[in-house]
């Protein structure tokens, strides 16, 4: 009787552990889930974030070039007049006298000097031909003479009887 209780307990021992190891396995798996479900919010979260980072940036970048646009150019800067000024070479005894000091530009007509310089730079001058626009009907003839042409080439290149359709291949 003695070792049928024993046995009976050892049984009951035995299904209470598989019970209790088939739990722990069931509670690492919802865990494992948990952490992995964790982990994508995390990742989420960091793309969001860096994404309202450089949103900010983008923010202020903007604000600062439209403060820069809005702003009136005050004057040149001190440097930036005197790299404008010529340098001149100091005279010895032999080459004569010193020229007279040329008159010194105003600011606003160094300015002026120097805008007229880039619109140069930036927009040559062209040469009188190319200034003169054709007229659009010139323009039109023009299209249509090289249209004519490009027929008549097709059609001779058509109508010319050594031609064969694969251009000398398989002979």
Do not use: W
Not at 22 to 51: D, P, W, Y
Not at 141 to 149: G, S, T, W
Request: glycine share 4%; hydrophobic share 25%; no cysteine.
């Amino acid at each position: 009787k003695h070792q049928q209780e024993l046995k009976a307990l050892q049984t009951k021992q035995k299904k209470g552990f598989k019970t209790l190891v088939a739990r722990q396995n069931r509670e690492a798996k919802i865990m494992n889930r948990r952490f992995h479900s964790l982990g994508a919010v995390e990742k989420r979260e960091a793309r969001s974030l860096s994404t309202a980072l450089q949103r900010r940036q983008l923010i202020s970048l903007a604000q600062e070039y439209r403060k820069a646009q809005n702003a009136p150019q005050r004057t040149i800067k001190p440097d930036f007049a005197r790299a404008v000024q010529p340098v001149e070479q100091e005279r010895t005894a032999s080459q004569g006298p010193a020229p007279s000091p040329a008159p010194s530009l105003s600011q606003e007509d160094t300015l002026e000097a120097i805008r007229e310089t880039g619109q140069d730079i930036v927009r040559p001058t062209q040469p009188e031909a190319m200034q003169e626009q054709d007229s659009l009907a010139e323009a039109f003839r023009r299209a249509q003479k090289q249209k004519e042409k490009r027929e008549q080439a097709k059609d001779r290149d058509r109508d010319d009887p050594g031609r064969t359709r694969d251009r000398g291949r398989g002979r």
